[in-house]
């Protein structure tokens, strides 16, 4: 039987990514054209023929500029979860400011969709072993589940140690949380990010291939993957950012839309809520009921 894997989508635009924030002022976001809504419909577009439901992260800034973008999300039978409100890496903020930005964010989608969300995702997987005190935030802030732990070694972010597999993990306070890290393909002592993004746009695809199916069939582990929406805009504004940002973001643009389509021919998916609600694991940490808090359950 095949497994089922998530597939996520983290709703920015391309002035937002951490890459280009030392060239483009978070202020001046405004100016910039926004292609977003466009970018995540044709995203949209795609997923329905393939007759997919996966997860949307959200950027806050994004939500509240474009709320009817949300609810097409949401009425899609799609997943609506957070992306943080600023695109601020989460290790460059205090606890309070994180604290503030992500309730906002949450509630600006909370208000939209009418639903609780329950899926959190950092800026640039910005929760690394600096900044672990954003678990306690995330978790008492009434979210079930993180997806910003990516377990590899990386200028921006990563926590090389931390589990390759979906887990309940504690908090440093002590609360229960389901985290689903970003995945790796394991080969000896190494560990390579293969599941997304930039890497799904530099390896060829019959290696990205190769790598999720060593995933499910060898590791008996569901994947989840991620894209954005600029990955599949080749007529994007093109930003005068330094050579490796450049490379980065703009490496087989022109690439990523067939190859998305190849992936949802080739592999299962489904949101990460049900893929880790079909694991067992939200169940496990108590957080599978409608409404149960997030606090750890005694004994
Ligand atoms: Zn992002």
Request: hydrophobic fraction near 40%; glycine fraction near 6%; proline fraction near 6%.
């Amino acid at each position: 039987m095949r497994l089922i894997n998530a597939l996520t989508v983290d709703v920015e635009d391309y002035f937002h990514v951490s890459a280009f924030s030392n060239h483009i002022d978070r202020n001046h976001w405004d100016r910039y054209p926004c292609r977003v809504e466009a970018n995540t419909r044709a995203l949209l577009g795609l997923f329905e023929k393939a007759g997919v439901k996966v997860t949307f992260f959200v950027l806050g800034w994004v939500a509240e500029r474009y709320p009817a973008l949300v609810r097409e999300i949401a009425s899609a039978g799609h997943e609506v979860a957070c992306h943080g409100y600023s695109h601020e890496l989460v290790y460059r903020q205090t606890p309070s400011v994180f604290r503030e930005e992500t309730r906002r964010a949450k509630e600006v989608l909370e208000d939209i969709i009418q639903q609780p969300v329950k899926g959190y995702r950092a800026a640039s997987y910005s929760i690394t072993p600096k900044s672990t005190w954003a678990l306690d935030v995330i978790a008492e802030l009434g979210f079930r589940y993180d997806s910003s732990i990516f377990p590899v070694r990386h200028d921006r972010y990563g926590m090389p140690g931390a589990r390759r597999e979906p887990h309940v993990l504690k908090t440093p306070a002590g609360h229960t949380l389901v985290e689903f890290p970003l995945s790796t393909l394991q080969a000896f002592r190494y560990r390579l990010p293969v599941a997304g993004g930039g890497y799904f746009r530099l390896f060829p695809y019959w290696f990205t291939r190769y790598a999720l199916g060593r995933i499910n069939k060898a590791d008996r582990l569901p994947f989840i993957f991620y894209l954005h929406p600029w990955e599949i805009d080749t007529n994007q504004p093109r930003v005068q950012a330094g050579r490796l940002s450049r490379f980065r973001h703009y490496q087989n643009l022109d690439r990523c839309e067939q190859r998305l389509v190849a992936l949802l021919k080739d592999f299962s998916f489904d949101t990460a809520e049900r893929v880790l609600a079909n694991s067992g694991l939200l169940a496990s940490a108590g957080l599978a009921m409608p409404g149960a808090n997030v606090m750890p359950r005694a004994g």
